[in-house]
């Protein structure tokens, strides 16, 4: 990565941050001319990291306004999150259909599993959680796919909800879940791993922190 590019992505991430962290709101305009200021730049990498911004979700650039923040609606929540939930479903039957899970992949998701369910805070669970997921597409073939579930990662940072303590029944739900998908792949049913999997996301991606951005964004910018 060049200094170019790594400037232009330090500022997008740094200004992403701070949007999901409510530090920044829907509808604040972000000029040019004052990040460049405080990121002590030219307007070059401004620019490019919002850009990036957009592309990513997270701003909505307006001809003669420059850039804001963008406000998502309950209606693109529901449509991201439909697709979030078939495109993460087909790229763990890939996964399993093609490449398979080996003994040490089996044995790592139950440890993960395990962690979750012995979990003494939401941060905790809720970082064991992503890697759960992110190592459920780790063997899919189609690595397009993978790229897409990122930038869809980062387009639902906006709404995800925390509330999920542990020992509450909404986290039980969840991690029965898990449970029921790792049967699947232990009996390499690759069609029933997706269907659980669909199901799975629909009714609980929206139980995810918005804390979880900094474990996504290590594949983000």
Known sequence: MSEKDYLRNDIAHKIASEIISKQLYPGERLTEASLCERFEVSRTPVR???????????????????????????????????????????????????????????????????????????????????????????????????????????????????????????????LDDHREILSAIKAKDAAKARYLLENHVRNGRMSLSSEDFEIISQVSF
């Open 48 to 174: 490019e990291a919002l850009m990036l911004l957009e592309k990513k979700g997270f701003v909505e650039n307006r001809k003669n306004s420059g850039a804001i923040v963008r406000k998502i609606s309950e209606n693109n929540i529901r449509e991201i999150n439909d697709i979030y939930a078939a495109l993460e479903g087909r790229a763990l039957e890939l996964s399993i259909s093609v490449h398979q899970f080996t003994e040490t992949d089996i044995d790592y998701l139950e440890k993960l599993q395990t962690g979750m369910e012995h979990a003494t805070n939401e941060g905790e669970w809720r970082k064991l959680n992503i890697e759960f997921h992110t190592y459920l597409r780790k063997r899919c073939p189609n690595q397009e796919l993978n790229s897409i579930l990122i930038e869809l990662d980062e387009k639902t940072l906006f709404y995800r909800k925390g509330g999920l303590p542990p020992g509450s029944s909404g986290l039980k739900v969840l």
